[in-house]
């Protein structure tokens, strides 16, 4: 391990980050089920109800839309809050109060009133959860005027844009991966947050520019590896928060490769491949000796049966095949 | 402004009750004139006829209180102490509005007054007002959140949902319910079995009144007690209010199609602002004369309102995305 | 299957109803012997200790009636008729499951059976079997809708919406709450005031039963009451089965965190299934021997389901986008 | 007037299909706020109450949730039903019933279940109507496998599309617009039906190729107007469905003109203009003389002042300029 760094997992990078933060400004709550004695379903709020009681950590009944109109009306007057939808599936009892309430109140209000609320929820298919439990939907916030999304792929990230996200005095869409929280990485010893809207090079390459988010970063660079001993050098790129997205830096990856995939774990109709693929074209149509290409989920709901998810959702395989055939053609 | 509870109000409060209801009925009168005119953008819906509610509830607040409110909702700004030039600039989309315009009637924000916004979402305001508490609870602010909420929100899991949270968390809110019998043309006795609003607090296991709406005085002393409860941290009350709206649903809706012309005969009857004013002078509480010095007050301030709007300049087209990001 | 309300059921009822607990205990059993041991993808809640609501409600369903269920419904597909083949297949995901291995433990659909769907969404099951009401009472089909729900869902805004509709449209439905007293480790009274969910009838104008769900009598009889009452046009009713699962909320919670033992074990000692027994034996109304035919007729069908559920074949991958679209 | 032609309002249109569908087959069912006696809010429903009564015209209170779920189990019941939304905005009530039941019950049940119901909503800006009234996030449900999505622009698409949506054995989203109800058009005097996933040539060009649906094809044809006066012949194609999607006959459009402007209500980011920019460039990267151009609304809420909603909102003399200033660069 560099030093200055230590490994920690994905979910606990989380933790640590609220710790800090709700020690920091007594003012923040966190809303939520099973965030309280229980810690949360995924462990992502462990050991805070021990250390910051039942007034800070307010558990509630099966009520999402309640729940986050609450966090809303707290953040409203004047608190900072968390709430968590656990399974961002679940943020669809809630929609009402986060496009009517939370992305519109600071603008319609002519900048009067502040809602700095982080809506945090785990996004994306997991062992077999099902079609009820996998949605990875996360573009349709980003398609919300008044709303950052950030959609983090490593500990490191959790822990540096939820730090951001919590100080961020508007409202925050915090779309983690509930395959990802047990997922070690290495994070810095030292206090950090990382500034929204810069996006991550996780791996150089020279022949094609891969952008994903999320858990398809992990498939990614796998892909970048078996694609590296086909004589392919890919550059893997994570936006890490797709509001503000950073175009500068994905479009002077593609500016120099020429080329560029985007892989997504959510189908392509109407959703985040096709903004990526946009912006390729708007920033670099001159630079592009092939049309961006598109490896995302297949437009199905999720099935249970592990064999045909993985038919559906893009495997390393599928993103090595899919690569070389474009750039052999 | 807050008396002990139980004491009859004293002779500036009745006048304080009054004219509080007559500027929000002059006020809603001269907007459905100035709609009708075509002076103003996008939708209205008026207060007129529940007067008695928005005012014996604020009668109780201070500065610092929250106030969430509906749809029809410019009675709850001026109530709470939004300026009447604040509010008639927003519904003419001027920059001088309440919110500069961006929001319109059913946006109006002015928190530096405790007024935290009209919504044009039916129900929203119930879990945004428990949540308000919630904050007040956590900073030990000893503010109150009011929640004004129509009967057609009853049936939404809006109310369900956030009455419960409230009651369990004993938080500083009193859910004000304007029951005026119809949500557009929707009958509450169509919409549901159970009339009574008040009788649906058993089960959430919190006190529910049930007063009329009409008298600004029965207001008054049932909101005396719900906001001092809340206060105290006695945590929330459902307070049902009786009361019908004597104009349509919105400007455009004759609001006749629906409701019979007796019935709508009978509630201008019952007009909370004349009612009053009857009562007060006969049994010599209050002097007409005093009540006089107030309309001739009430006729200058929307006057004024009026022309500061009038003469207020538009927003400028270039600043469209200011805004949309906080800091 | 229909009775006379009222009448007792006689031995072959007793019998169906020893049946019908024991398969689904049996089941449950050895679907977390499964689910341990690595067999079963995805994620398994367990209705061990419900046995007797399931039970007590279905005996009276014909095959056209609706049942929606649950998170928590491999007991509630069994009880309406679905064989135990289909429900063990679909929790391998196999291409013979009864959702062809698409669907999973909180995805099951045999509508052939008249079973509408477990459900992954807590309170979705309510405006659904709402609805299916609805149909029938358009479409003249006789038919009764059930919604299996659990009290996590009552303080959602599915159950205030959707109780009130039903009411409202004085539908064919029976709104069966299966009241364990936790969600997940939320205890009901830490998420409400209230914790009588039949109380919450009256907010409706709907009647409101109260029934001891360990006790498979006591819920044939009230559901014997509710189903009739729905199938001749009296409209829907609130039925709570108090009950309690003696396993963790899904397999891997051990359930105890938030439980203490005492109360584990004082449930345990009320166990549906031995208490049935044991009072049907010393009163003499069944026999030993018919309850000991019944047992080892259940683990020849277990075994049966187990076996034919193993010895599926996978579903293809290639027709992973089948059934996307109808038709 | 073309004979066999007759002049109808966008509204009128949708009444006349519901009521032919509805006397058709008694088994339709009609659920909402306002439909009954008062005839909608919009007139979308004017005199069928009177027609089939209470029983196939249910009034709700104010219930979004509870009354697109009771629609959803009378489809899955074997009823086919229409749940009206009336303002799409309110659909944010619903979201969890339409994603989570009625878009994945056909598929989840391995196609033992249909779900034959129309989800009816009106979208978009009328009248300064203001940020909670005012969305056009139809793309939405195109990101969401299962759901159709229909975007009418006008009356005579709005009468053949909702028939084709009432027979169809699957989830329908039809949107209609706020702005158009009152707009005049012509449509056949027999009976007829449109099938879904045909795009309509709504005026033919040479030079660029504008995809626009709903009202923005009222803006693209006032827009193609004015641009001839400037020597630009431009080529107004409305695909009338987004799922499906006429991907042909858009791509034979843009080989022809080898060029692609796409007109938008809602923003850009994540929504309908970045899929046919994708489209374009998946179908005809060779033949593009240029990248394709987004023309959307600014990424704010529906300010409340017309001075400020006339500036995010796409108009005409927006679409002339953009369209030149590409042309001529
Ligand atoms: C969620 C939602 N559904 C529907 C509407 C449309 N709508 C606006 S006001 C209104 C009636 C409200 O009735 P009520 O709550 O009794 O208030 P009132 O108008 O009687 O003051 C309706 C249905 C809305 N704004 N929000
Ligand atoms: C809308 C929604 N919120 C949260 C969940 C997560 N969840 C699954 S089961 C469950 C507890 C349900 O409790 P209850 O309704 O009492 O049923 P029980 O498990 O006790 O049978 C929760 C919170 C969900 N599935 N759906
Ligand atoms: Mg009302
Ligand atoms: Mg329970």
Redesign the pocket.
């Known amino acids: 391990m560099q030093n200055g760094m230590r490994e920690i997992t994905y979910v606990d990078a989380g933790v640590e980050a609220l710790r800090e933060e709700m020690a920091r400004d007594e003012n923040t709550v966190y809303i939520g089920q099973g965030i309280g004695p229980r810690g949360g379903n995924f462990r992502q709020t462990r050991g805070l109800w021990q250390e910051f009681g039942d007034h800070r950590l307010r558990d509630t009944g099966i009520c999402e839309l309640g729940a986050t109109g609450v966090a809303i009306g707290a953040a409203m007057a004047g608190s900072r809050v968390i709430v968590d939808e656990v399974f961002l599936d679940f943020i669809l009892e809630a929609m009402?109060q986060v496009i009517q309430q939370a992305a519109k109140t600071h603008y319609s209000s002519n900048g009067k009133i502040k809602v700095p609320i982080v809506i945090r929820g785990a996004m994306g298919s997991v062992r077999s959860a099902g079609s009820h439990h996998s949605h990875a939907f996360y573009s349709w916030f980003a398609h919300t005027p008044g709303l950052k999304v950030v959609v983090p792929s490593c500990a490191a990230d959790v822990k540096g844009l939820m730090k951001t996200a919590i100080r961020d005095d508007g409202p925050v869409m915090f779309i983690e991966h509930k395959a990802l929280y047990n997922s070690k990485g290495e994070i810095p010893t030292h206090e950090y947050s990382i500034p929204f809207g810069e996006a991550r090079i996780c791996r150089e390459g020279s022949d094609v520019t891969l952008v994903a988010v999320s858990k398809m970063v992990q498939v990614a660079m796998e892909a970048a590896t078996a694609l590296e001993k086909h004589g392919i050098s890919v550059e893997v790129i994570d936006p890490r928060t797709i509001v503000p997205l950073d175009r500068a830096a994905i479009a002077t990856s593609i500016r120099k490769t020429g080329r560029v995939a985007i892989l997504d774990e959510a189908p392509a109709m109407c959703g985040f491949s096709g903004e990526i693929f946009a912006l390729a074209c708007e920033e670099c149509f001159d630079d592009l000796d092939a049309p961006p290409l598109r490896i995302c989920s297949l437009p199905a709901p999720n099935p249970f049966s592990p064999v045909l998810e993985n038919q559906m959702i893009p495997t390393v395989e599928r993103v090595v095949r899919e690569i070389r055939h474009s750039l052999e053609a | 402004m807050m008396q002990a509870i139980g004491t009859v109000p004293d002779t500036a409060m009745l006048l304080d009750l009054y004219q509080c209801m007559l500027r929000l009925r002059d006020f809603e009168v001269k907007v459905q004139e100035l709609y009708r005119s075509g002076k103003l953008p996008g939708f209205v819906?008026l207060y007129v006829g529940?007067e008695a509610v928005a005012a014996g509830v604020c009668a109780w607040l201070e500065p610092k209180d929250m106030v969430f409110s509906?749809?029809?909702g410019h009675g709850h700004a001026l109530a709470k102490g939004v300026p009447g030039r604040d509010v008639m600039a927003e519904l003419y989309g001027k920059v001088t509005g309440c919110s500069g315009g961006r929001g319109g009637s059913?946006h109006m924000y002015a928190p530096e007054y405790g007024f935290m916004g009209t919504n044009?979402?039916?129900?929203?305001g119930l879990p945004l007002a428990t949540g308000a508490a919630l904050s007040a609870q956590l900073r030990k602010s000893g503010q109150v959140s009011i929640c004004f909420?129509?009967?057609?929100?009853?049936n939404?899991g809006?109310f369900h949902e956030s009455v419960n949270l409230g009651t369990v968390w004993n938080l500083p809110v009193v859910y004000v319910c304007?029951?005026?019998?119809?949500?557009?043309e929707?009958a509450?006795s169509r919409a549901t079995k159970n009339t009574s609003v008040a009788s649906r607090a058993a089960s959430y296991h919190l006190p529910g009144v049930e007063v009329d709406g009409n008298d600004v005085l029965a207001v008054y002393e049932a909101a005396g007690e719900a906001i001092a409860r809340a206060r105290n941290g006695g945590g929330p009350t459902l307070l049902e209010c009786k009361t019908y709206?004597i104009v349509g649903?919105?400007e455009g809706d004759p609001g006749t199609d629906y409701r019979t012309r007796e019935d709508l005969d009978s509630w201008k009857q019952r007009d909370p602002i004349k009612c009053f004013r009857q009562k007060m002078t006969s049994t010599e509480r209050v002097s007409a004369e005093a009540f006089d010095d107030i309309v001739r007050e009430t006729e200058e301030w929307l006057n004024d309102a009026v022309e500061f709007a009038r003469n207020s300049p538009e927003p400028i087209a270039e600043t469209v995305m200011d805004h949309v990001w906080a800091s």
């Open positions: 009402t | 819906h529940e509906t749809h029809r059913m044009g979402i039916v129900g929203a909420f129509g009967d057609g929100a009853v939404s809006s304007e029951n005026n019998l119809f949500a557009t929707m509450f709206r649903h919105h």
